[in-house]
């Protein structure tokens, strides 16, 4: 049998006993502080499928990056050893559950529109929010071009923040200008990927 990550939700294949991951780490390579999660949870799961009932199993699986935390942790079937690793990682560099997190992406038919708006949007954030929360970027997007617009990405990381509304609201009123009539702005709170 063959599959893709589908396979591994969840479903029963009483006769299977082989389970084999290529390219286990593709994920790994993805921007996203949640990668190292997915890629351990998608491990996991998939070992699940291999010698159901009386059975036995085995998971083999194809990495590059072997000795990645992720999938030592997945292959051991540690998840109290993941989970601490993870929370470590995630402390240290301030992202969920210790942090929230904002993403606001700008997007533009002309690049350097998009880059001048992106930096006039971090001026807005830098003089409302406080120095206890963390701006990264504008940066392009991953994918940084679709349906002939250039996307631009900032990412703002905090604990508690007084002025985030009137601050993101003077971030919103910078697309009612009538010079910025073709821009386009999104912000989403505690987007769930970064791409």
Do not use: C, W
Not at 39 to 50: E, I, M
Not at 62 to 68: A, G, L
Not at 116 to 123: C, L, P, Q, T
């Amino acid at each position: 049998m063959l599959g893709t990550q589908m396979i591994a939700k969840g479903l029963d294949f009483p006769n299977v006993t082989l389970v084999g991951v290529l390219n286990a780490d593709t994920a790994l390579n993805l921007p996203d502080f949640r990668s190292s999660e997915r890629t351990f949870q998608l491990l996991t799961q998939v070992a699940g499928r291999a010698g159901r009932a009386e059975k036995a199993g085995q998971v083999l699986i194809q990495s590059y990056n072997p000795e990645h935390y992720a999938i030592r942790f997945a292959k051991d079937q540690d998840y109290e050893g993941f989970y601490a690793y993870e929370m470590s990682i995630r402390r240290q560099l301030g992202y969920p559950p210790y942090y929230f997190t904002i993403g606001i992406t700008l997007s533009h038919k002309k690049e350097e529109e998009v880059v001048k708006r992106a930096y006039e949007v971090m001026g807005i954030l830098r003089s409302g929010l406080s120095e206890t929360s963390k701006i990264l970027g504008p940066t392009p997007k991953p994918i940084a071009r679709t349906h002939n617009l250039y996307h631009y990405q900032i990412l703002i990381k905090y604990r508690l923040e007084d002025e985030l509304g009137p601050t993101l609201n003077r971030v919103l009123a910078l697309t009612q200008e009538r010079e910025n009539s073709e821009l386009r702005l999104s912000i989403d709170h505690e987007p769930q990927q970064f791409l």
